[in-house]
């Protein structure tokens, strides 16, 4: 097992992995490319004369929701095979079936220069009537002034074993 997964037994009984992942300083250049790679031709995100005029806090570049769900899975990514294996050990998982769902909610934004990492805590959600394992994989996606940006869980299905 990693010594970067970290295991704990709630008073539930519940069992939670986790781990922190590293740390990717946001860049303009990041937000520019996604919004161009994915067609997120809004005017918040291309028109920088309207974002100015924008109240508050948005009143400059800032980044896509989208953009930031999908670094926070980038983030964990290298490592989230460790956390599952731990899964695999102790509960006993078959064959990864995919990806079901993910939940989302945007606490702060994140803009160009501000630094991202995730703490990621898993825990089996449920067996299906089907005998499949669903996991939850809930990444809080924190910035360097360790505020919460987004708090989003995956939730991801493996097969019997069998």
Known sequence: MSRHVR???????????GLTSHRRTLTETDIVNF???????????????????????????????PLLISLGMGLVATSVTEVIDAIGEREGLGAFHGMVGVEARVRSPA????????????????????GQTLVALQHLLMNQRDELVVDFTERVIFDPIG
């Open 7 to 17: 295991i704990e037994e709630r008073e539930t009984g519940e069992m939670v992995y």
């Open 35 to 65: 919004v161009n790679l994915v067609g997120l031709h809004e005017a918040p995100f291309i028109d920088m004369e309207w974002v100015k005029r924008m109240p508050g806090i948005h009143n400059k570049r800032f980044a896509p929701a």
């Open 111 to 130: 803009f160009p220069g501000d630094t991202l990492w995730v703490e990621l805590e898993a825990r089996v959600d449920r067996k299906t009537s089907r």
